[in-house]
Nanobody, 118 residues
Framework: QVQLVESGGGLVQAGGSLRLSCAAS????????MGWYRQAPGNQRELVAT???????NYADSVKGRFTISRDNAKNTVYLQMNSLKAEDTAVYYC????????????WGQGTQVTVSS
């Protein structure tokens, strides 16, 4: 099990940047997949980016070239660098952790609000 706490959200103008952090309560060295998801009001939660223990990354088409996910195992933290933000990026962003034995859903943080104004 692991507890996750997101931070770094806020209000930013279109074209600006934010860096989100996901701090884990214990080592993420053995967590197979860490990911960022987002959910806007009235919408389903959608995948933004994932990073595996091998360092492989995947991104939603809507954020490719603008967002970068990274992992610092020494700090037990996963980051999401968001550049060239658009109004449609506005959502609550959630961190997720999963590994073998944790089931399909894994563990979620409480979320951090990102609001992009145009």
């Amino acid at each position: 099990q692991v507890q996750l706490v997101e931070s770094g959200g806020g209000l930013v103008q279109a074209g600006g940047s934010l860096r989100l952090s996901c701090a884990a309560s214990r080592s993420i060295f053995s967590i197979n997949v860490m990911g960022w998801y987002r959910q806007a009001p009235g919408n389903q939660r959608e995948l933004v980016a994932t990073i595996t223990s091998r360092g492989s990354t995947n991104y939603a088409d809507s954020v490719k070239g603008r967002f970068t996910i990274s992992r610092d195992n020494a700090k037990n933290t996963v980051y999401l660098q968001m550049n060239s933000l658009k109004a449609e990026d506005t959502a609550v962003y959630y961190c997720n952790a999963n590994r073998v034995g944790w089931g399909q859903v894994g563990y979620w943080g409480q979320g951090t609000q990102v609001t992009v104004s145009s």
